[in-house]
């Protein structure tokens, strides 16, 4: 069984909307992160959560914005959402903000 | 910042064959680290080699690491089909905010 969860798999939107990603994790980590990974671009660091505080940010733009309901939750909204922003959005967790993340399938966004 | 970067973009074996894939980095490094990823799923770790050691072993991979150079790779012995995957090399910070190269595919054919 996957350990950690994120949904929707496959999401299309279209330019100017807002959608949401989901992830839970069940691995029982107290850290929780979000990473890019596009065409263009290697795996990219986004945001990481520690015991659901945010601690670092490297999104430039405030239209990503991370959401931590529950220890194990730390969902992603998107707004206004921008044919660039199309990318797998992969969640990720670990102990303790060690070095070794685990990942999980990630959701592959398409705007068009 | 630290940037890992694999020295090849397709590599392709036969099963059975051993396989390197390199990396190299800027800037000193406490710790370096392997991840493999398949198709339609997330990166999965593989090896962390810490700036001390030299080399690790995870059963048919190998890193090593030579912070004089700057430099890491990764040997695959035995390869099978299975390890047709895109491997990637990381370097990390605080908060685990790892920074991945581009990565190298791996095709293993029979």
């Known amino acids: 069984d996957p350990k950690i969860i994120q949904k929707p798999k496959y999401l299309v939107a279209v330019t100017g909307s807002e959608k949401i990603l989901i992830c839970e994790q069940y691995l029982g980590h107290n850290a929780m992160y979000w990473y890019r990974q596009s065409a263009k671009k290697p795996l990219e660091f986004m945001f990481s959560y520690s015991y659901q505080k945010l601690m670092d940010n490297q999104t430039a733009s405030s239209r990503f914005q991370p959401q931590s309901s529950k220890k194990n939750h730390l969902d992603l909204q998107i707004t206004a959402l921008k044919p660039d922003d199309s990318a797998t959005y992969f969640c990720?967790?670990?102990?303790?903000?060690?070095?070794?993340?685990?990942f999980g399938a990630g959701t592959r966004l398409s705007v068009l | 910042s630290q940037l890992a970067e694999e020295n090849l973009w397709a590599l392709s074996v036969h099963e059975g064959e051993s396989v390197t894939v390199n990396c190299s980095y800027k800037?000193?490094?406490?710790?370096l680290q392997w991840y493999r990823q398949k198709s339609g799923e997330g990166p999965a770790q593989l090896i962390l080699i810490r700036s001390n050691e030299r080399e690790k072993r995870n059963g048919r991979l190998r890193a090593t690491l030579d912070t004089s150079s700057q430099s890491s790779s990764l040997s695959i012995t035995a390869t099978r089909c299975e390890d047709t995957a895109v491997y990637f090399c990381a370097t990390g910070g605080s908060n685990a905010k790892l920074t991945f190269g581009k990565g190298t595919k791996l095709s293993v054919k029979s």
């Open positions: 800037t000193s490094i406490t710790a």
């Open positions: 990720a967790s670990s102990q303790d903000r060690q070095n070794t993340l685990y």
